[in-house]
Protein backbone atom coordinates (compact mmCIF):
# COMPACT_ATOMS: atom_id res chain seq x y z
CA UNK A 1 0.00 0.00 0.00
CA UNK A 2 2.83 2.74 0.87
CA UNK A 3 4.60 1.77 -2.17
CA UNK A 4 1.90 2.40 -4.15
CA UNK A 5 1.08 5.67 -2.67
CA UNK A 6 4.79 6.52 -3.13
CA UNK A 7 4.91 5.39 -6.78
CA UNK A 8 1.17 7.59 -7.45
CA UNK A 9 3.23 10.65 -5.63
CA UNK A 10 6.19 9.80 -8.00
CA UNK A 11 4.13 9.71 -11.00
CA UNK A 12 2.30 13.66 -10.24
CA UNK A 13 5.63 14.77 -9.23
CA UNK A 14 6.77 13.49 -12.30
CA UNK A 15 3.94 14.84 -14.64
CA UNK A 16 4.18 18.01 -13.02
CA UNK A 17 7.93 18.28 -13.76
CA UNK A 18 7.78 17.78 -17.24
CA UNK A 19 4.29 19.14 -18.16
CA UNK A 20 3.90 16.41 -20.69
CA UNK A 21 1.32 17.29 -23.47
CA UNK A 22 -0.18 14.20 -23.52
CA UNK A 23 -3.13 13.58 -21.03
CA UNK A 24 -2.78 9.81 -21.04
CA UNK A 25 -0.11 8.84 -18.31
CA UNK A 26 1.31 5.31 -17.86
CA UNK A 27 0.73 4.34 -14.63
CA UNK A 28 3.55 2.36 -12.88
CA UNK A 29 1.95 1.39 -10.24
CA UNK A 30 -0.01 -1.76 -11.19
CA UNK A 31 0.77 -1.85 -14.87
CA UNK A 32 2.76 -0.71 -17.15
CA UNK A 33 0.64 -0.39 -20.23
CA UNK A 34 -2.62 1.16 -18.76
CA UNK A 35 -2.83 4.78 -19.55
CA UNK A 36 -4.40 6.66 -17.04
CA UNK A 37 -7.80 8.19 -18.99
CA UNK A 38 -7.85 11.56 -16.84
CA UNK A 39 -5.08 13.46 -15.21
CA UNK A 40 -8.27 14.70 -12.50
CA UNK A 41 -9.83 11.78 -11.27
CA UNK A 42 -13.14 11.03 -12.14
CA UNK A 43 -16.21 9.59 -10.38
CA UNK A 44 -18.94 8.57 -12.56
CA UNK A 45 -22.20 7.09 -11.32
CA UNK A 46 -23.26 3.62 -12.34
CA UNK A 47 -26.57 1.34 -12.01
CA UNK A 48 -26.33 -1.91 -12.02
CA UNK A 49 -27.66 -5.20 -10.17
CA UNK A 50 -26.09 -7.91 -11.73
CA UNK A 51 -27.90 -10.24 -9.00
CA UNK A 52 -26.56 -7.99 -6.14
CA UNK A 53 -26.29 -4.13 -7.00
CA UNK A 54 -22.92 -2.45 -7.74
CA UNK A 55 -20.84 -2.03 -4.97
CA UNK A 56 -18.66 0.88 -4.74
CA UNK A 57 -15.71 -1.06 -2.99
CA UNK A 58 -15.58 -3.96 -5.45
CA UNK A 59 -11.72 -4.21 -5.26
CA UNK A 60 -11.43 -4.95 -8.83
CA UNK A 61 -12.95 -1.90 -9.98
CA UNK A 62 -10.51 -0.05 -7.12
CA UNK A 63 -8.05 -1.22 -9.22
CA UNK A 64 -9.14 -0.05 -12.45
CA UNK A 65 -9.98 3.07 -10.24
CA UNK A 66 -5.86 3.37 -9.73
CA UNK A 67 -4.88 2.16 -13.33
CA UNK A 68 -7.66 4.70 -15.34
CA UNK A 69 -8.25 7.50 -12.94
CA UNK A 70 -11.52 6.62 -13.33
CA UNK A 71 -14.33 5.31 -10.17
CA UNK A 72 -17.56 4.04 -10.53
CA UNK A 73 -20.43 4.89 -7.79
CA UNK A 74 -23.64 2.57 -7.68
CA UNK A 75 -26.29 4.12 -7.41
CA UNK A 76 -28.53 1.53 -6.08
CA UNK A 77 -28.64 0.10 -2.33
CA UNK A 78 -27.53 -3.28 -1.52
CA UNK A 79 -30.54 -4.41 -0.78
CA UNK A 80 -32.40 -4.04 -4.24
CA UNK A 81 -33.11 -7.02 -5.70
CA UNK A 82 -35.67 -6.03 -8.31
CA UNK A 83 -33.90 -5.81 -11.54
CA UNK A 84 -36.57 -4.72 -14.14
CA UNK A 85 -38.30 -2.62 -11.27
CA UNK A 86 -35.44 -0.31 -10.11
CA UNK A 87 -34.64 0.14 -14.07
CA UNK A 88 -38.10 1.21 -15.02
CA UNK A 89 -38.21 3.51 -11.90
CA UNK A 90 -35.22 4.84 -12.57
CA UNK A 91 -35.78 5.86 -16.54
CA UNK A 92 -39.23 6.98 -15.49
CA UNK A 93 -37.62 9.65 -13.42
CA UNK A 94 -35.46 11.09 -16.10
CA UNK A 95 -32.50 10.87 -13.67
CA UNK A 96 -30.26 8.19 -15.29
CA UNK A 97 -26.96 7.33 -13.78
CA UNK A 98 -23.76 8.00 -16.30
CA UNK A 99 -22.96 4.24 -17.09
CA UNK A 100 -25.94 1.93 -16.97
CA UNK A 101 -25.75 -1.85 -17.30
CA UNK A 102 -28.62 -3.86 -18.56
CA UNK A 103 -30.10 -5.20 -21.52
CA UNK A 104 -29.66 -4.82 -25.38
CA UNK A 105 -33.57 -4.42 -25.97
CA UNK A 106 -33.82 -1.66 -23.34
CA UNK A 107 -30.65 0.02 -24.72
CA UNK A 108 -32.48 0.09 -28.22
CA UNK A 109 -35.56 1.49 -27.04
CA UNK A 110 -34.32 3.96 -24.37
CA UNK A 111 -31.47 4.38 -26.91
CA UNK A 112 -33.65 5.69 -29.90
CA UNK A 113 -35.95 7.86 -27.41
CA UNK A 114 -32.46 9.48 -26.85
CA UNK A 115 -31.96 8.63 -23.01
CA UNK A 116 -28.49 6.96 -24.14
CA UNK A 117 -26.05 8.18 -26.78
CA UNK A 118 -24.80 6.23 -29.96
CA UNK A 119 -21.37 4.60 -29.13
CA UNK A 120 -20.39 4.29 -32.53
CA UNK A 121 -18.63 7.12 -33.34
CA UNK A 122 -17.43 7.69 -30.17
CA UNK A 123 -15.55 3.89 -30.39
CA UNK A 124 -14.24 4.65 -34.00
CA UNK A 125 -11.92 7.74 -32.08
CA UNK A 126 -11.40 6.80 -28.73
CA UNK A 127 -11.71 2.80 -28.22
CA UNK A 128 -9.14 0.83 -29.99
CA UNK A 129 -9.77 -2.33 -28.23
CA UNK A 130 -13.49 -2.25 -28.79
CA UNK A 131 -13.00 -1.45 -32.57
CA UNK A 132 -10.59 -3.90 -32.96
CA UNK A 133 -12.81 -6.34 -31.62
CA UNK A 134 -15.80 -5.30 -33.66
CA UNK A 135 -13.80 -5.10 -37.07
CA UNK A 136 -12.39 -8.60 -36.10
CA UNK A 137 -16.58 -10.16 -35.29
CA UNK A 138 -18.91 -8.69 -37.91
CA UNK A 139 -21.30 -10.77 -36.44
CA UNK A 140 -21.17 -8.77 -32.60
CA UNK A 141 -21.37 -5.57 -34.35
CA UNK A 142 -24.24 -6.74 -36.64
CA UNK A 143 -25.88 -8.22 -33.06
CA UNK A 144 -25.45 -5.17 -31.04
CA UNK A 145 -27.02 -2.48 -33.78
CA UNK A 146 -30.07 -1.01 -33.29
CA UNK A 147 -32.63 -0.92 -36.41
CA UNK A 148 -31.67 3.12 -36.72
CA UNK A 149 -28.00 1.70 -37.04
CA UNK A 150 -26.62 3.15 -33.87
CA UNK A 151 -24.71 1.00 -31.53
CA UNK A 152 -25.87 2.23 -27.61
CA UNK A 153 -23.79 -0.67 -25.46
CA UNK A 154 -21.07 -2.57 -25.42
CA UNK A 155 -21.82 -6.44 -25.00
CA UNK A 156 -20.28 -8.60 -22.24
CA UNK A 157 -18.96 -11.28 -24.50
CA UNK A 158 -17.86 -14.76 -23.54
CA UNK A 159 -15.66 -17.44 -26.00
CA UNK A 160 -17.36 -20.39 -24.04
CA UNK A 161 -19.87 -22.23 -26.39
CA UNK A 162 -20.74 -25.06 -24.61
CA UNK A 163 -23.37 -24.79 -21.94
CA UNK A 164 -25.87 -27.99 -21.35
CA UNK A 165 -24.72 -31.46 -22.10
CA UNK A 166 -26.40 -34.97 -21.47
CA UNK A 167 -25.20 -37.05 -18.81
CA UNK A 168 -25.77 -40.15 -18.35
CA UNK A 169 -24.61 -43.11 -15.14
CA UNK A 170 -21.55 -44.69 -16.52
CA UNK A 171 -21.78 -46.65 -13.51
CA UNK A 172 -24.63 -47.93 -14.98
CA UNK A 173 -24.02 -48.82 -18.29
CA UNK A 174 -21.01 -50.50 -16.67
CA UNK A 175 -22.79 -53.02 -14.33
CA UNK A 176 -25.41 -53.74 -17.44
CA UNK A 177 -22.27 -54.12 -20.23
CA UNK A 178 -23.74 -51.60 -22.32
CA UNK A 179 -22.33 -48.82 -24.46
CA UNK A 180 -22.61 -44.79 -23.95
CA UNK A 181 -25.84 -44.84 -26.83
CA UNK A 182 -24.99 -43.17 -29.76
CA UNK A 183 -28.19 -42.80 -32.00
CA UNK A 184 -31.27 -42.53 -30.95
CA UNK A 185 -32.45 -46.20 -31.13
CA UNK A 186 -29.16 -47.04 -28.36
CA UNK A 187 -30.18 -44.33 -26.38
CA UNK A 188 -33.87 -45.47 -26.46
CA UNK A 189 -32.29 -48.98 -25.12
CA UNK A 190 -30.10 -47.74 -22.63
CA UNK A 191 -33.46 -46.25 -20.80
CA UNK A 192 -35.30 -49.21 -21.13
CA UNK A 193 -32.70 -51.44 -19.57
CA UNK A 194 -32.39 -48.60 -16.98
CA UNK A 195 -35.87 -49.15 -16.07
CA UNK A 196 -35.90 -52.84 -16.43
CA UNK A 197 -32.60 -54.29 -15.43
CA UNK A 198 -32.25 -53.16 -11.82
CA UNK A 199 -28.89 -51.19 -12.42
CA UNK A 200 -29.17 -49.81 -8.90
CA UNK A 201 -29.75 -53.72 -7.59
CA UNK A 202 -32.19 -52.91 -5.02
CA UNK A 203 -34.30 -55.42 -6.68
CA UNK A 204 -37.20 -52.86 -7.55
CA UNK A 205 -38.09 -51.36 -10.79
CA UNK A 206 -37.56 -48.02 -8.79
CA UNK A 207 -35.23 -46.81 -11.59
CA UNK A 208 -36.11 -43.26 -13.48
CA UNK A 209 -34.26 -43.31 -16.45
CA UNK A 210 -34.57 -39.42 -17.68
CA UNK A 211 -35.47 -36.84 -15.58
CA UNK A 212 -34.96 -33.45 -15.58
CA UNK A 213 -34.32 -30.53 -12.90
CA UNK A 214 -36.07 -27.84 -14.76
CA UNK A 215 -39.86 -28.63 -13.74
CA UNK A 216 -41.10 -25.67 -16.01
CA UNK A 217 -42.86 -26.34 -20.21
CA UNK A 218 -40.30 -23.62 -21.66
CA UNK A 219 -36.87 -24.13 -23.34
CA UNK A 220 -34.46 -26.70 -21.98
CA UNK A 221 -36.72 -27.36 -19.37
CA UNK A 222 -38.82 -30.88 -18.42
CA UNK A 223 -38.93 -33.00 -21.76
CA UNK A 224 -37.93 -30.09 -24.45
CA UNK A 225 -34.40 -31.36 -24.36
CA UNK A 226 -35.52 -34.79 -25.87
CA UNK A 227 -36.68 -33.29 -29.01
CA UNK A 228 -33.40 -32.46 -30.15
CA UNK A 229 -33.33 -35.98 -30.38
CA UNK A 230 -35.03 -36.08 -33.16
CA UNK A 231 -33.84 -32.79 -34.73
CA UNK A 232 -36.83 -31.03 -33.30
CA UNK A 233 -37.44 -27.32 -32.16
CA UNK A 234 -40.36 -26.37 -30.50
CA UNK A 235 -39.76 -22.32 -30.73
CA UNK A 236 -38.44 -19.97 -33.51
CA UNK A 237 -35.18 -21.08 -35.22
CA UNK A 238 -32.79 -20.34 -38.02
CA UNK A 239 -31.86 -23.88 -40.34
CA UNK A 240 -28.60 -24.63 -41.84
CA UNK A 241 -29.37 -22.79 -44.42
CA UNK A 242 -30.08 -19.70 -42.63
CA UNK A 243 -33.96 -20.04 -43.14
CA UNK A 244 -36.32 -19.02 -40.38
CA UNK A 245 -38.64 -21.72 -39.43
CA UNK A 246 -41.44 -22.30 -36.70
CA UNK A 247 -40.61 -25.78 -35.00
CA UNK A 248 -43.64 -27.14 -34.16
CA UNK A 249 -44.97 -26.55 -37.98
CA UNK A 250 -42.47 -29.07 -39.15
CA UNK A 251 -42.42 -32.81 -39.40
CA UNK A 252 -39.89 -33.62 -36.91
CA UNK A 253 -42.00 -32.07 -34.27
CA UNK A 254 -44.66 -34.57 -34.74
CA UNK A 255 -42.45 -37.33 -35.22
CA UNK A 256 -40.65 -35.64 -31.65
CA UNK A 257 -43.70 -35.97 -29.59
CA UNK A 258 -44.98 -39.03 -31.00
CA UNK A 259 -41.54 -40.82 -29.45
CA UNK A 260 -41.60 -38.54 -26.40
CA UNK A 261 -44.94 -39.74 -25.63
CA UNK A 262 -44.32 -43.27 -25.72
CA UNK A 263 -41.09 -43.10 -23.88
CA UNK A 264 -43.57 -41.44 -21.68
CA UNK A 265 -46.32 -43.95 -21.69
CA UNK A 266 -43.11 -47.00 -21.01
CA UNK A 267 -41.40 -45.57 -18.24
CA UNK A 268 -38.88 -44.39 -19.44
CA UNK A 269 -39.40 -40.84 -18.68
CA UNK A 270 -39.74 -39.41 -14.72
CA UNK A 271 -43.27 -39.79 -14.41
CA UNK A 272 -43.45 -36.51 -12.30
CA UNK A 273 -41.39 -34.73 -15.34
CA UNK A 274 -43.41 -31.37 -14.46
CA UNK A 275 -44.08 -31.23 -11.17
CA UNK A 276 -40.85 -32.85 -9.49
CA UNK A 277 -38.88 -30.03 -7.67
CA UNK A 278 -35.31 -30.55 -7.49
CA UNK A 279 -34.96 -33.85 -9.64
CA UNK A 280 -31.43 -33.70 -10.26
CA UNK A 281 -30.49 -33.51 -6.26
CA UNK A 282 -33.24 -35.90 -5.33
CA UNK A 283 -33.10 -39.10 -7.77
CA UNK A 284 -29.03 -38.78 -7.94
CA UNK A 285 -29.14 -38.54 -4.30
CA UNK A 286 -31.50 -41.56 -3.97
CA UNK A 287 -29.83 -43.52 -6.70
CA UNK A 288 -32.87 -43.55 -8.83
CA UNK A 289 -32.42 -41.58 -12.06
CA UNK A 290 -30.50 -42.03 -15.41
CA UNK A 291 -29.82 -40.07 -17.52
CA UNK A 292 -30.07 -36.24 -17.92
CA UNK A 293 -29.71 -33.12 -20.24
CA UNK A 294 -28.39 -30.27 -18.26
CA UNK A 295 -25.88 -27.04 -17.42
CA UNK A 296 -22.56 -29.34 -17.82
CA UNK A 297 -20.78 -27.66 -14.79
CA UNK A 298 -22.63 -27.86 -12.23
CA UNK A 299 -23.67 -31.61 -13.51
CA UNK A 300 -20.63 -32.54 -13.59
CA UNK A 301 -19.69 -31.09 -10.31
CA UNK A 302 -22.54 -33.32 -8.45
CA UNK A 303 -19.90 -36.28 -8.64
CA UNK A 304 -18.61 -35.02 -5.77
CA UNK A 305 -21.37 -35.03 -3.29
CA UNK A 306 -22.42 -38.30 -4.16
CA UNK A 307 -19.48 -40.38 -4.74
CA UNK A 308 -18.64 -41.73 -1.18
CA UNK A 309 -22.47 -42.24 -0.99
CA UNK A 310 -23.35 -44.33 -3.89
CA UNK A 311 -20.18 -47.05 -4.59
CA UNK A 312 -18.85 -46.58 -8.03
CA UNK A 313 -21.18 -43.63 -9.02
CA UNK A 314 -19.84 -41.96 -11.97
CA UNK A 315 -22.90 -39.36 -13.66
CA UNK A 316 -20.83 -38.28 -16.90
CA UNK A 317 -20.91 -36.45 -20.20
CA UNK A 318 -22.30 -38.34 -22.88
CA UNK A 319 -22.07 -37.37 -26.96
CA UNK A 320 -25.88 -36.27 -27.24
CA UNK A 321 -27.76 -39.52 -29.17
CA UNK A 322 -29.52 -36.99 -32.01
CA UNK A 323 -26.11 -35.94 -32.76
CA UNK A 324 -26.66 -32.45 -32.61
CA UNK A 325 -26.59 -30.08 -29.16
CA UNK A 326 -28.75 -26.72 -29.79
CA UNK A 327 -28.55 -25.25 -26.17
CA UNK A 328 -25.57 -22.95 -27.56
CA UNK A 329 -24.43 -20.09 -24.78
CA UNK A 330 -25.09 -16.84 -26.22
CA UNK A 331 -21.63 -15.83 -27.06
CA UNK A 332 -22.48 -11.92 -27.67
CA UNK A 333 -24.44 -10.56 -24.76
CA UNK A 334 -27.47 -9.15 -24.89
CA UNK A 335 -26.41 -7.44 -21.47
CA UNK A 336 -23.75 -4.79 -21.15
CA UNK A 337 -22.93 -1.31 -20.74
CA UNK A 338 -24.16 2.29 -22.02
CA UNK A 339 -23.85 5.77 -21.51
CA UNK A 340 -26.93 7.47 -20.67
CA UNK A 341 -27.01 11.29 -22.45
CA UNK A 342 -26.61 13.05 -19.40
CA UNK A 343 -23.36 11.43 -18.77
CA UNK A 344 -20.68 14.84 -19.18
CA UNK A 345 -18.01 12.95 -19.53
CA UNK A 346 -19.01 10.38 -22.62
CA UNK A 347 -15.18 10.67 -24.02
CA UNK A 348 -13.35 9.36 -20.79
CA UNK A 349 -16.61 7.01 -20.21
CA UNK A 350 -15.63 5.26 -23.87
CA UNK A 351 -12.14 5.15 -23.11
CA UNK A 352 -13.20 3.76 -20.09
CA UNK A 353 -15.06 1.17 -21.57
CA UNK A 354 -12.58 0.73 -23.55
CA UNK A 355 -10.21 -0.22 -20.49
CA UNK A 356 -12.15 -3.12 -20.07
CA UNK A 357 -11.41 -4.70 -23.31
CA UNK A 358 -7.67 -4.05 -23.18
CA UNK A 359 -5.42 -7.14 -21.97
CA UNK A 360 -5.37 -5.96 -18.37
CA UNK A 361 -8.95 -4.95 -17.93
CA UNK A 362 -10.06 -8.18 -18.97
CA UNK A 363 -7.43 -10.27 -17.01
CA UNK A 364 -9.04 -7.50 -14.12
CA UNK A 365 -12.37 -8.46 -15.34
CA UNK A 366 -12.08 -12.44 -15.27
CA UNK A 367 -9.57 -12.81 -12.61
CA UNK A 368 -9.10 -10.31 -10.19
CA UNK A 369 -6.54 -8.83 -8.42
CA UNK A 370 -2.92 -9.68 -9.57
CA UNK A 371 -0.89 -11.39 -6.23
CA UNK A 372 -4.25 -11.88 -4.41
CA UNK A 373 -6.27 -14.07 -6.49
CA UNK A 374 -3.41 -14.97 -9.42
CA UNK A 375 -0.84 -14.92 -10.34
CA UNK A 376 1.55 -14.68 -14.00
CA UNK A 377 2.77 -17.92 -15.22
CA UNK A 378 4.03 -18.25 -19.12
CA UNK A 379 1.42 -14.96 -19.97
CA UNK A 380 -1.37 -16.92 -18.32
CA UNK A 381 -3.57 -15.96 -15.03
CA UNK A 382 -3.05 -18.73 -12.80
CA UNK A 383 -5.65 -18.44 -10.06
CA UNK A 384 -3.67 -18.72 -6.15
CA UNK A 385 -4.74 -20.96 -4.02
CA UNK A 386 -6.55 -18.73 -1.99
CA UNK A 387 -9.03 -18.81 -5.05
CA UNK A 388 -9.05 -22.69 -6.01
CA UNK A 389 -9.13 -24.07 -2.26
CA UNK A 390 -10.87 -21.75 -0.20
CA UNK A 391 -13.55 -21.85 1.82
CA UNK A 392 -16.26 -19.85 -0.73
CA UNK A 393 -16.64 -21.75 -4.69
CA UNK A 394 -14.34 -20.02 -6.62
CA UNK A 395 -17.23 -17.83 -8.57
CA UNK A 396 -18.60 -16.51 -5.27
CA UNK A 397 -15.22 -15.28 -4.53
CA UNK A 398 -14.58 -13.73 -8.26
CA UNK A 399 -18.05 -11.84 -7.60
CA UNK A 400 -17.36 -10.78 -4.47
CA UNK A 401 -13.97 -8.96 -5.87
CA UNK A 402 -16.44 -7.34 -8.80
CA UNK A 403 -14.76 -9.92 -11.29
CA UNK A 404 -16.96 -12.20 -13.06
CA UNK A 405 -19.87 -9.39 -13.88
CA UNK A 406 -21.59 -8.79 -16.88
CA UNK A 407 -20.27 -5.47 -17.68
CA UNK A 408 -18.88 -4.64 -21.36
CA UNK A 409 -15.65 -6.90 -21.67
CA UNK A 410 -14.78 -10.53 -22.53
CA UNK A 411 -15.23 -13.28 -20.38
CA UNK A 412 -12.30 -15.68 -21.15
CA UNK A 413 -14.75 -18.57 -20.28
CA UNK A 414 -12.68 -21.30 -21.34
CA UNK A 415 -9.03 -20.00 -19.66
CA UNK A 416 -10.78 -18.94 -16.73
CA UNK A 417 -13.09 -21.79 -15.91
CA UNK A 418 -11.00 -24.60 -16.84
CA UNK A 419 -8.98 -24.13 -13.83
CA UNK A 420 -11.73 -24.91 -11.56
CA UNK A 421 -13.89 -27.17 -13.54
CA UNK A 422 -14.74 -30.90 -12.06
CA UNK A 423 -12.57 -33.04 -15.19
CA UNK A 424 -15.55 -34.63 -15.92
CA UNK A 425 -16.57 -31.17 -17.20
CA UNK A 426 -14.21 -30.19 -18.62
CA UNK A 427 -13.08 -32.92 -20.66
CA UNK A 428 -16.87 -33.35 -21.94
CA UNK A 429 -17.27 -30.10 -22.68
CA UNK A 430 -14.10 -30.32 -25.20
CA UNK A 431 -15.92 -33.83 -26.79
CA UNK A 432 -18.60 -31.22 -27.28
CA UNK A 433 -16.26 -28.98 -28.75
CA UNK A 434 -13.73 -31.66 -31.05
CA UNK A 435 -17.00 -32.80 -32.01
CA UNK A 436 -18.42 -30.08 -33.14
CA UNK A 437 -22.30 -30.94 -31.76
CA UNK A 438 -23.28 -27.75 -31.03
CA UNK A 439 -25.22 -26.16 -33.36
CA UNK A 440 -26.51 -22.39 -32.81
CA UNK A 441 -29.48 -22.24 -34.25
CA UNK A 442 -31.23 -19.01 -32.26
CA UNK A 443 -32.85 -16.78 -33.65
CA UNK A 444 -31.48 -13.69 -33.98
CA UNK A 445 -33.70 -10.75 -36.05
CA UNK A 446 -34.07 -6.81 -35.56
CA UNK A 447 -37.50 -6.06 -35.86
CA UNK A 448 -37.92 -3.03 -38.68
CA UNK A 449 -40.09 -0.85 -36.46
CA UNK A 450 -41.73 -0.97 -33.01
CA UNK A 451 -45.29 -2.18 -34.24
CA UNK A 452 -43.51 -5.32 -35.68
CA UNK A 453 -41.67 -5.78 -32.47
CA UNK A 454 -45.30 -5.18 -30.41
CA UNK A 455 -47.02 -7.97 -32.90
CA UNK A 456 -44.25 -10.45 -32.60
CA UNK A 457 -44.24 -10.48 -28.88
CA UNK A 458 -47.84 -10.93 -28.66
CA UNK A 459 -48.02 -13.81 -31.26
CA UNK A 460 -45.01 -15.23 -29.33
CA UNK A 461 -47.12 -15.00 -26.26
CA UNK A 462 -50.22 -16.42 -27.10
CA UNK A 463 -48.16 -19.30 -29.51
CA UNK A 464 -45.58 -20.47 -26.83
CA UNK A 465 -48.54 -20.76 -24.31
CA UNK A 466 -50.90 -22.77 -26.77
CA UNK A 467 -47.44 -25.44 -27.99
CA UNK A 468 -46.50 -25.69 -24.48
CA UNK A 469 -49.82 -26.78 -23.01
CA UNK A 470 -50.55 -28.97 -26.26
CA UNK A 471 -46.59 -30.88 -25.83
CA UNK A 472 -47.54 -31.71 -22.22
CA UNK A 473 -51.10 -32.75 -22.60
CA UNK A 474 -49.40 -35.22 -25.78
CA UNK A 475 -46.28 -36.61 -23.04
CA UNK A 476 -49.27 -36.97 -20.38
CA UNK A 477 -51.38 -39.17 -22.76
CA UNK A 478 -54.21 -36.85 -22.22
CA UNK A 479 -54.71 -36.58 -25.85
CA UNK A 480 -52.83 -38.69 -28.63
CA UNK A 481 -50.65 -37.11 -31.29
CA UNK A 482 -51.90 -38.63 -33.75
CA UNK A 483 -55.06 -38.19 -33.19
CA UNK A 484 -55.17 -34.21 -32.43
CA UNK A 485 -51.92 -33.08 -34.47
CA UNK A 486 -54.16 -31.84 -37.38
CA UNK A 487 -56.27 -30.11 -34.86
CA UNK A 488 -53.16 -28.58 -33.07
CA UNK A 489 -51.41 -27.16 -36.59
CA UNK A 490 -55.26 -25.80 -37.21
CA UNK A 491 -55.17 -24.25 -33.89
CA UNK A 492 -51.69 -22.42 -35.02
CA UNK A 493 -53.33 -21.23 -38.45
CA UNK A 494 -55.69 -19.76 -36.22
CA UNK A 495 -53.61 -17.99 -34.43
CA UNK A 496 -52.31 -16.63 -37.24
CA UNK A 497 -49.01 -18.33 -36.98
CA UNK A 498 -48.04 -17.81 -40.84
CA UNK A 499 -48.29 -14.03 -39.77
CA UNK A 500 -45.84 -14.83 -36.93
CA UNK A 501 -43.50 -16.80 -39.32
CA UNK A 502 -43.76 -13.87 -41.64
CA UNK A 503 -42.81 -11.02 -39.05
CA UNK A 504 -39.78 -13.04 -38.43
CA UNK A 505 -38.92 -13.78 -41.72
CA UNK A 506 -38.64 -9.66 -42.10
CA UNK A 507 -37.01 -9.28 -38.78
CA UNK A 508 -34.16 -11.97 -40.19
CA UNK A 509 -34.06 -10.21 -42.97
CA UNK A 510 -33.49 -6.73 -41.07
CA UNK A 511 -30.71 -8.11 -39.23
CA UNK A 512 -28.95 -9.89 -41.53
CA UNK A 513 -29.23 -6.47 -44.03
CA UNK A 514 -27.00 -4.91 -40.87
CA1 LIG B 1 -33.79 -50.76 -8.74
Redesign the pocket.
Known amino acids: MKKIRMFGAFILTVMLLCSCQNTEKTNMAGSDTVKKISDKPITLSIYQIDMDAFDSEWPVFKQAQTWTNIGLKGVLAKSTTDADQSFNMMMASGDVADIVVNWKENFNKYGMQKAFIPLQDLIEKYAPNIKKYLDENPEAKRFITARDNNIYYIPYVTDGKVQMTWFVRQDWLDKLGLEQPKTVEEYYNVLKAFKEK ?10 IPYFNRNVGSNYEQSVTPLLMLWKAHSEIYVDDNGEVRYGPLEPEFKEAMKNIAQWYKEGLIDEEIYTRSNARDVLLANNTGGSTHDWCGSTAAVNELYKDKIPGFNFIVMAPPGGEEYSARQQIGRNGWGIAASNEHPVETIKYFDFWFSPEGIRLANFGIEGEDYTMADGKAIFTDSVLNGEKDVVTHLREKGAQRTIGTRQLYEEYEVQWLNPIAKEGAQMYLDNNYVKDMTFVGLPVSDEDQKAASAYYADLNTYVREQMQKWVLGTESVDATYDKFINGLKQMKVDDYLALMKKSRANYMSK
Open positions: DPNGNGKADE
